[in-house]
């Protein structure tokens, strides 16, 4: 089964401290990865779209990575206003054969001032 | 400014009625989505249209219907056929059809059933 998993859950932070947040799947022909930021009660805001192993993409503390099984999103030093849920896309060859995108659930990240 | 708008913010529904969200779009883009977010879950697919008069079933299209007689305008009605339709429902576009390309959310409208 096509599958997308963000873990952890959530992640509590110290601003100033840094971590990684994880995008794992389980699909076959991947065509690409988005990241978005979702602040509560608002739509999702685009951050990041990789297409292939090893490529990298970066936005002042964020740095998103991709492999074959797996997206990172590395916060570097995070301040309060980093605090969001952040979700990862994937873009794929469903098994009929036509281009399908899933999100995860998210990772709800907090930065504790 | 280029963007998404969504309308209402909030709406109340009361079982058996029909009711309809708004969704504009002034980017050019070809395609247009609906999605419904519920808590603990990912975004649901609900319809979809890469071009104006053309529109799509996503994964969850039951109690829901869609038009799209202008390329900027993509409206949601939930019928009263939707069992459970209280949610928070986003409209997202992209400039080309396919699903390659980057999705561009608007503020989405959080629909409670009364």
């Known amino acids: 089964e096509d599958q997308v998993t963000q873990s952890p859950e959530a992640l509590r932070l110290q601003e100033g401290e840094s971590s990684s947040l994880n995008c794992s799947y389980t699909?076959?022909?991947?065509?690409?990865l988005f990241w978005y930021r979702q602040d509560p009660g608002k739509g999702p805001e685009f951050l990041f779209t990789?297409?292939?192993a090893g490529e990298e993409k970066e936005k002042e503390r964020l740095k998103a990575t991709l492999t074959k099984k797996e997206s990172f999103l590395h916060i570097t030093a995070p301040k309060p206003e980093d605090s969001a849920t952040y979700l990862c896309?994937?873009?794929?060859?469903?098994?009929?054969?036509?281009?399908?995108?899933?999100f995860g659930t998210g990772t709800r990240l907090t930065i504790i001032p | 400014d280029g963007g998404i708008t969504q309308s209402p913010k909030y709406l109340f529904r009361k079982e058996g009625q029909n009711v309809t969200l708004s969704c504009e779009q002034n980017?050019?883009?070809?395609?247009m989505y609906w999605y419904r977010q519920d808590p603990g879950q990912g975004l649901r697919l609900i319809y979809y249209s890469q071009i104006v008069n053309d529109f799509q079933k996503g994964d969850i299209a039951e109690g829901y219907s869609v038009s799209r007689e202008k390329k900027e305008s993509f409206p949601l009605t939930v019928t009263s056929a939707q069992k459970n339709p209280t949610a928070f429902y986003l409209c997202?576009?992209?400039?080309?059809?396919?699903?390659?390309?980057?999705?561009?959310f608007g503020p989405g409208t959080r629909l409670t059933v009364l």
């Open positions: 990789l297409y292939s």
């Open positions: 980017l050019n883009h070809d395609a």
């Open positions: 896309a994937v873009v794929y060859i469903s098994n009929f054969g036509n281009e399908k995108l899933t």
């Open positions: 997202a576009s992209s400039r080309r059809r396919g699903r390659r390309d980057e999705q561009f």
């Open positions: 699909v076959s022909g991947l065509r690409g």
